[in-house]
T-cell receptor, first 115, second 114 residues
Framework: DVKVTQSSRYLVKRTGEKVFLECVQD?????MFWYRQDPGLGLRLIYF???????EKGDIPEGYSVSREKKERFSLILESASTNQTSMYLC??????????????FGPGTRLTVT | AQTVTQSQPEMSVQEAETVTLSCTYD???????LFWYKQPPSRQMILVIR??????QNATENRFSVNFQKAAKSFSLKISDSQLGDAAMYFC???????????FGTGTRLLVSP
């Protein structure tokens, strides 16, 4: 079974802190994604990566950055956390090579509260 | 840009009954993929069913089936013989054939009563 894990289920940080959210997948997937989930807004894509050291902006990249130094690990970084970044953050991974459609496998999510 | 609309924020169904969740989307592409994902309370999101736009036949997975109307850009999910374990948020999602980046709808919360 594909497993996508996220470093924390719940996280509380103060405004201005630098925050790291870690995601690890164990199925050698090329693609990895970071989403933000807010009530009434669904899931919105923050950043994605289709290979090591490659990254692409999603729909709402402002205030975030990412890092992918190893294929299995994709980190989301909040350089200076703000209260409007309080949200549920979901990581996902999928295959890339070959024909689709490819199922995205999701982690359990990190509920981040910025006070 | 592609958009996905789920107009039902919440739906209710009784056990053993059938319920249909609605989804419409907008795209100028002719080939694409559509998905329904399920997010149970405090649990990970999982894929329920997928549909490839070039396939006219509606996808079916056990009690879950879709009604794919390409011309109308409609993609509804039918759950037959509803069970308590079906209670969850359901998200409709769209993907191009390129990078497979997903565009999600806002979700429908399904409540199942005994």
């Amino acid at each position: 079974d594909v497993k996508v894990t996220q470093s924390s289920r719940y996280l509380v940080k103060r405004t201005g802190e630098k925050v790291f959210l870690e995601c690890v997948q164990d199925m050698d997937h090329e693609n990895m994604f970071w989403y933000r989930q807010d009530p009434g807004l669904g899931l919105r894509l923050i950043y994605f990566s289709y290979d090591v050291k490659m990254k692409e902006k999603g729909d709402i990249p402002e205030g975030y950055s990412v890092s992918r130094e190893k294929k299995e690990r994709f980190s989301l970084i909040l350089e200076s956390a703000s209260t409007n970044q309080t949200s549920m953050y979901l990581c996902a991974s999928s295959l890339r090579i070959g024909t689709g459609p490819y199922e995205q496998y999701f982690g359990p999510g990190t509920r981040l509260t910025v006070t | 840009a592609q958009t996905v609309t789920q107009s039902q924020p919440e739906m209710s169904v009784q056990e053993a009954e059938t319920v249909t969740l609605s989804c419409t989307y907008d795209t100028s592409e002719s080939d694409y993929y559509l998905f329904w994902y399920k997010q149970p309370p405090s649990r990970q999101m999982i894929l329920v069913i997928r549909q490839e736009a070039y396939k006219q036949q509606n996808a079916t997975e056990n009690r879950f089936s879709v009604n794919f109307q390409k011309a109308a850009k409609s993609f509804s999910l039918k759950i037959s013989d509803s069970q308590l374990g079906d209670a969850a948020m359901y998200f409709c999602a769209y993907s191009n054939t390129g990078f497979q980046k997903l565009v999600f709808g806002t979700g429908t919360r399904l409540l199942v009563s005994p």
